[in-house]
DNA sequence: GGCGTGACTATAC
DNA sequence: GGTATAGCCACGC
């Protein structure tokens, strides 16, 4: 089977994105900007979401630690993807509040500021 | 080829 | 907080 050059650098793009989002740590979120960035595609945030529902839910990503760069989840509040996301995240001890992970807590090397800020007293 | 759609985002009011 | 707009790009019609 051949491949045009195009469909090459699609495919190509596409493992790069599964790459990045298998690297994100337990218990840490991402944008789906910055998992582009990541994967070498800065800009195309779009692209991670097509890519991940091609995947699908049943897909061995950890796709629910990806989130909107606002922190919200993608999915509509209420609906059942959206109850598994945050069902997923809380599992591995990451809170929703007000619909929203705190990215300055739990985003992806993003949080040595939260560390900074909110040191162990006493 | 155009056009609408969407698991997006940054910027500007 | 919200809406609008523009950029992004794969995909299906």
């Not at 509040?77 to 996301?85: K, L, M, N």
């Not at 007000?98 to 985003?107: F, S, V």
């Amino acid at each position: 089977m051949s491949m045009t050059a195009r469909e090459s650098h699609l495919s190509a793009a596409h493992a790069a994105i599964h790459r990045a989002i298998r690297k994100i740590p337990r218990g840490c979120v991402a944008s789906y900007g910055e998992i582009a960035a990541r994967a070498g595609l800065p800009g195309r945030a779009r692209m991670v979401g097509h890519v991940l529902g091609a995947a699908g839910a049943e897909a061995e990503l950890p796709w629910h630690r990806v989130l909107r760069a606002d922190g919200s989840v993608a999915f509509a509040p209420g609906s059942r993807a959206f109850r598994e996301q945050k069902r997923r995240l809380a599992a591995e001890g990451v809170p929703m509040l007000r619909g929203r992970i705190d990215l300055a807590q739990y985003g992806w090397e993003r949080n040595l500021d939260a560390a900074l800020w909110a040191p162990p007293m006493s």
